[in-house]
């Protein structure tokens, strides 16, 4: 018992809380790790924060296992309920965590305007390119041509690319990473922590039991591989014609510009009412 | 606003209620014959340190009202039809998350898009059985631009108290008829708060109380465990024992039906005598109190009873109301929403019909209401 070690992170993780419902080889708990030492590094009270869990995979990362406020929602609301919560108690670090089929299909509206409107809240969207939870059906960022439960004969539509939707919204911080690139994606995670306004942090993430099987990669480790060998930054982007990016996932951070926060600017609006009615 | 008689719409009046009850948080997507209260509620809620915020749709207002809400403020949204469908969803999670709100449903004539500035009874149903799975739901429906005021307080009263979301379930006419409407004493106004844990230990137990548990709001170190999926007291996920949803169904079913008594009132008027008695709520109502007045100027024997909480339906007093009548005629601008419950309680020997409007979506002729109730009653 003596040398007996705690993981410096457990006192993050809720007591009783000790099964999971993800798949083997899932990327959430490499997602659950990088936010839980962001948030470590960045020195926030845990008690000052909240996390509003959308429907789908990416729900379970906070919800039960932090130790932390969370309120799991319905599917595709967990941003519209945030903003709630952010104007409710602006004190709050308010987090989402969502996946693409929940911030982009049936939730699409709530992203674009909470991005629009610049309300601090902190999006972390899990990108795994298809609807896991339900069984592997195809989702608006799914691959062109690619065949799933749902689209047996290759998919036709293009995929959205979620982080340029959210800059165009007029999103303040909007970085993506992949599960492979832990360290810069905690940095960034910090980053977003630690500033005003709205930040998305999209962060590729392998689905090895129904994306990868379906790409013909079903080990974990290799579909990582594949992630590492498909990125390129934002970068060396800037210097490639579309052709050569077609197949590739371009990773870093692409946006970081500051405007006014909304919570903000109602606190001078109350302080404007108030001299007014005086 | 000071204390005092006013000449006042029924929107108006529910925002003016809304504030006074300690609303801070008010969200809205436009929508016809509610605007009004919007309008009110953007002018009054800066000055009082409250949140007005216009969200992308209804589906986030009423989002954003329950997170608004976990955070300890008193929130509230307005909505007709259409709305009030794409706010089902969240309503069930409100129902199953104990989380107190006010949503106000200004009726108008559907379905679809319908007439947007028609009064109609449309939505009785939805409200009490719009979300799916098997819950129970406040509802009340006011008859007058004073209950517009009254019942929105009453409203936020109950969703304190039961921890649950209250429709306050208006229709077009009282929502914009404009009338005399008594603003009380700010201190004469009863005002119910939520219980909130003191400690974590209370606050672990932050669901599924047959009494009502303190609600662990967010960001007070209580690392509450809010779902929609079926849980324990805890706020755990539970979502593969059939025993936990059937103890989640069986208690928030249990918290309001139980309570029937204190949460739906009614109103008699006339009725201590009477041979006929009408069945109204809300703007059908007015023309019903006209009617009994008329035809007691004509020696006929008739009153009118009035639910004033629709869900849970009050079925206790409606029976008692109708003990001793001998016909009973029910006017809903509907087809016949409320009419089943009612046809429930009245007392064997009476008969019963229907009546709705002769036109649906306009209000009914005090004349045709009244050839109705003497040519039976004769």
Redesign the interface.
Known sequence: MANEKTHPLSKYI?K?AQTHTHCPGCGNGLIAQSFLRAIDKAGIS???I?C?AGIGCSGWIP??FF????????HG?PI??????K???P??EVVVFTGDGDASAIGG??LI?AARRNIGVKVICVNNMIYGMTGGEVAPTTPRGMKTTTTPFGNLERPFDLSKLVIAAGGTYVARWTTYHIASLVASMKKALTRNGFAFLEVLSQCPVHFGRRIGITDPVEMMRWFQKQSVTIEMAQGMKEQELSDKFVVGEFQDVEAPELTRL?AE??E???R??N | MNPGTYFMQGNEACALAAVAAGCRFFAFYPITPAGEIAEKMSQLLPRTRGVYIQMEDEIAAIGSVIGASWTGLKAMTATSGPGFSLMQENIGYAVMTETPCVVVDVMRAGPSTGIVSAPMQGDVLQARRGSHGEYEIIALAPYSAQEMFDLTIRAFNLAEQYRTPVIVLADETVAHMREEVMIPEESSLEIANRKVPSTVEEAAHGFLDPSVAPMPVLGKGFAAHVTGSSHDEFGMRQASEPEAIDRIVRTIHHKIVSHTDQISGTERMMLEDAEVALVAYGSCARTAEYVVKQARKEGIRVGLLRPIGLWPFPARQMKEALNSVKRVIVLENNLGQLFPEIERVVPEGATTSFLPPETLATLHKPDYVLKHVMGEAL
């Open positions: 809720r009783g845990k008690e000052k909240v509003v919800s039960p130790d932390i406020d969370t309120l799991h929602v319905t609301r519209a309920f945030a903003t709630g919560v104007l409710g108690n004190e709050l509206n709530h305007h109602y609006l109350f404007a009412a108030s007014d009615s």
